[in-house]
């Protein structure tokens, strides 16, 4: 099989790294070969966080090429702008109905682009939203985001959706875990 | 069994295969997790070394006794850990010895991008570059094994994208190693000039062993592929290199020194062209070089026509950096578009920011450190001038009082965190005193070596693995060292911090401020949020001045605004506030 490539972006605190580890541990269940870089340290301290997940038959790099992104899960929509020179063509968007202010943005010296999905959209056809904050809110904890966004990526993915769970369950506090299911289920259906 | 892991957990579970007895290391990005997986092995002895020189000598010590012994660290901390290297270079190993460093291409939190690979060239050690995490369980297992065989330390140099990529390793059991006891060898453990003259015979005679090894060795990989085109590369360039040009004949070296040059000859003669992809600097295309052989890299005289190198030497490389090299990569069809940049902040609530509020209130220069304080730096607070390296803003400010006299002094601080401070800040405090320096230096202590993820540290009373250990008094140690004004103060109480800094600056002499709180994160006990009342705020923005991510301005009303789910309720924006506007 082609090698799939997903970009995962979005603020150091929003559950980037997990998110793509539930993602490649997935992939391994499903009997795929998994890579995954990202990187620790600077960017977690409310900076841009970016993760890579690639699987297939047997991957080298960790590192998607630019132009080779078969999905950006996004959890800012800002920070989706940032890497769609990463996009393959056709490849999908998706995007969490989420902004978190950067600094210069709070203090006033810049503006959050107030149109940046609008814009996204016009350049990726195949853009979809995913209000992660309301679907969490839902499954019942503000959370659960990374794993609704983690739903919705599933189904644009042709891994069965029970192996998705198992990863899930596997690596959240086993008094969440039904909260979780939930989360994902939310993500999937919407 | 298989598992996905990171390179540095795969490192970490290689060593205790091996059998590893002792682990001393400092921590340091990308290299922290490595200590960090090692520390929930029982069988094994890991601590939180002070600094690199001493982790490196406490592994030298338990390998004098025939234990296994590993240190890891960034690649910087080997610059601080170079001096016991060489030592051991001379020395070798009696239990294995395994320097573990880990290099930022690209500086995704370093202060350059030091090739440690030349370490292992100066030194005159071998180096094994692991290019995904099985190889570096693989390599980690392995320098154990070449350290005691060829009487060596092993430089084991992983990068950030092996350190923190994730992938597919299959796991092994681990062979008990027991140490061999400590038998007296003064001809080899004591380095006088007489000894170690016949040290470096042996240390230029293990290098032709060595590299009679690695002709044969199973790291080194020949893949053959299409003749026309022949790769040499290590590490994670490999990888890269791989997905551009997977037709190519590649020859990947996992043991980068010394070079198996027969290995290489019979590569280059077996293809058409060869080209050496690797990251940073040319290290094995200048060597390949000095061979006798034709090859294309990174070195800018490659290209008589446009002068242009092709491979880059700064930055990090990536499958895309590599396609473009080459000419090979297409244009995106999609073009990113530009939003505003999301550098990293100081948290809300964090401790430190009210020592860089009252510091550039002050309008003080500030000699700066490293660590999450370093990012007191950005605007609104603007409050740091210098950084050189951890210990460096002690001294800094000490060398600009001896070239501009006490004046200079008055309006300087050195600002050091806790975990610098024992790192490496204590021997320059020492140095300013014994000099009749005059300064104020000012340790943030919050009680944890915050930047690489919250590592304990000689005062914050545990351990690695969270057991009690001593508290080691900051302020005790400013007084020990000779230092007669010395205060502590609350960073949280704006009005005392600034007091005790205006105070300190003033003092003739060495003084010290040390502004203790903990870090917001230790243990995530916040305060409830505060709110901003509109009708009192007039929009003065002088809270703004803080750069509390959770404060934003605006709004139909021009007003400042608290977001309650990022508040951690320290109340400085509250003191701070002429109109008592934040309220809980
Ligand atoms: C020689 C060297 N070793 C390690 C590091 C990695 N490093 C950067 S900051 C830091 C710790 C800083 O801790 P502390 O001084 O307590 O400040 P905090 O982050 O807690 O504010 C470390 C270990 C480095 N930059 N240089
Ligand atoms: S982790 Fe702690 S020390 Fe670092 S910025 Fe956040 S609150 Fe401050
Ligand atoms: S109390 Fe003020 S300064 Fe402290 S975290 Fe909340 S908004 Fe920021």
């Given amino acids: 099989m082609k090698t799939v490539n997903i970009l995962i972006c979005g603020v150091g605190g929003q559950g980037v790294l997990l998110a793509g580890d539930i993602i490649a541990e997935t992939a391994i269940a499903a009997g795929h070969d998994a890579k995954k870089s990202e990187v620790h340290g600077m960017a977690q301290r409310g900076g841009s966080v970016v993760s890579h997940v690639r699987y297939g038959d047997k991957v080298n790099s960790p590192l998607i090429r630019e132009g080779e992104a078969d999905v950006i899960l996004s959890f800012e929509e800002m920070e989706t702008a940032r890497y769609l020179d990463f996009l393959a063509p056709g490849g999908a968007v998706i995007v969490n109905r989420q902004q978190v202010l950067p600094m210069t943005v709070a203090t006033g010296q810049a503006q959050y682009p107030a149109d940046i999905v609008d814009r996204i959209k016009a350049q990726v056809p195949n853009t979809k939203l995913c209000d992660g904050p309301a679907l969490s809110e839902q499954a019942g904890s503000a959370k659960t985001i990374n794993v609704v966004l983690v739903g919705a990526l599933a189904r644009q993915l042709d891994i069965p959706k029970d192996t998705w769970i198992a990863t899930i369950s596997s690596r959240v506090p086993p008094k969440t875990v039904e909260i979780n299911r939930k989360a994902f289920e939310l993500g999937y259906g919407g | ?584």
């Fill in chain 2, 1 to 584: 069994m298989k598992k996905l892991l990171s390179g540095n957990e795969a490192v970490a579970r290689g060593a205790w295969e091996a059998g590893v007895n002792v682990v001393s290391a400092y921590p340091g990005t990308p290299s922290t997790e490595i200590l960090e997986n090692l520390a929930t092995y029982p069988e094994v002895y890991a601590e939180l070394a002070t600094n690199e020189k001493v982790g490196l000598e406490v592994a030298a010590g338990a390998s004098f006794g025939g234990a296994r012994a590993l240190t890891c660290m960034k690649h910087v901390g080997l610059n601080v850990a170079a001096d016991p290297l060489f030592s051991m270079a001379y020395i070798g190993a009696t239990g294995g010895f395994v320097v573990v460093t880990a290099d930022d291409p690209g500086m995704h939190s370093s202060q350059n991008e030091q090739d440690n690979r030349y370490y292992a060239k100066m030194a005159k050690i071998p180096c094994l570059e692991p290019s995904d995490s099985q190889e570096c369980l693989a390599f980690a297992k392995l320098a154990f094994e070449l350290s005691e065989k060829f009487d060596t330390p092993v430089l084991l140099r992983l990068t950030t994208r092996v350190s923190h990529s994730k992938g597919v390793v299959e796991l092994g059991r681990r062979a008990e190693h027991t140490p061999s006891g400590y038998v007296k060898d003064i001809a080899k453990r004591i380095t006088i000039p007489a000894h170690a003259r016949k040290m470096h015979v042996k240390v230029e005679e293990r290098l032709r062993r060595l590299a009679e090894y690695g002709e044969t060795f199973a790291g080194n990989t020949v893949g053959k592929g299409d003749k026309k085109l022949g790769i040499i590369t290590s590490g994670i360039s490999y990888q890269y290199a791989r997905d551009v040009f997977p037709e190519a004949s590649f020859l990947k070296l996992g043991l980068t020194y010394p070079l198996p040059k027969k290995l290489i000859a019979d590569f280059i003669r077996s293809v058409d062209e060869v080209y050496v992809i690797e990251e940073n600097d040319p290290f094995l295309e200048e060597q390949i070089k000095a061979e006798g052989y034709f090859v294309k890299g990174s070195c800018a005289y490659d290209n008589p026509v446009t002068g242009k190198d092709r491979v880059p030497i700064t930055g990090e490389l990536d499958p895309t950096v590599v396609a473009r090299s080459f000419g090979l990569q297409r244009e995106p069809p999609v073009q990113p578009i530009a939003v505003p940049a999301r550098p990293p902040v100081l948290c809300p609530g964090c401790p430190h920011r009210g020592v860089f509020y009252a510091i550039s209130k002050l309008k003080l220069v500030a000699t700066g450190d490293i660590g999450c304080y370093t990012l007191g730096m950005m605007e609104p607070l603007g409050a740091m001038d210098t950084v050189i390296c951890m210990g460096g803003s002690v001294t800094a400010a000490m060398g600009l009082e001896k070239a501009l006299g006490p004046e200079m002094a008055k309006r300087t601080v050195a600002v050091i965190g806790d975990s610098t401070f024992f790192h490496s800040g204590i021997t320059g405090l020492i140095d300013m005193v014994y000099n009749n320096a005059q300064g104020t230096v000012v340790i943030l202590d919050n009680r944890i070596t915050a930047m690489t993820g919250h590592q304990q540290n000689p005062g914050s009373g545990r351990t690695l693995q969270g057991q009690p250990a001593p508290v080691l008094s900051i302020e005790e140690i400013c007084r020990a060292c000779g230092v007669q004004d010395v205060r502590v103060v609350d960073p949280l109480d704006l009005k005392a911090t600034e007091a005790a800094l205006k105070a300190a600056a003033g003092h003739p002499g060495v003084s010290a401020v040390i502004a203790q709180s903990p870090c917001i994160l230790i243990d995530k006990k916040f305060k409830p949020a505060l709110h901003v009342d509109e009708d009192a705020c007039v929009g003065c923005k002088l809270c703004l001045k803080l750069g509390c991510p959770a404060i934003s301005f605006g709004g139909a009303r021009k007003k400042s605004r608290i977001d309650p789910n990022f508040c951690t309720g320290c109340e400085v924006c509250a003191s701070l506030c002429p109109k008592q506007a934040m309220k809980r």
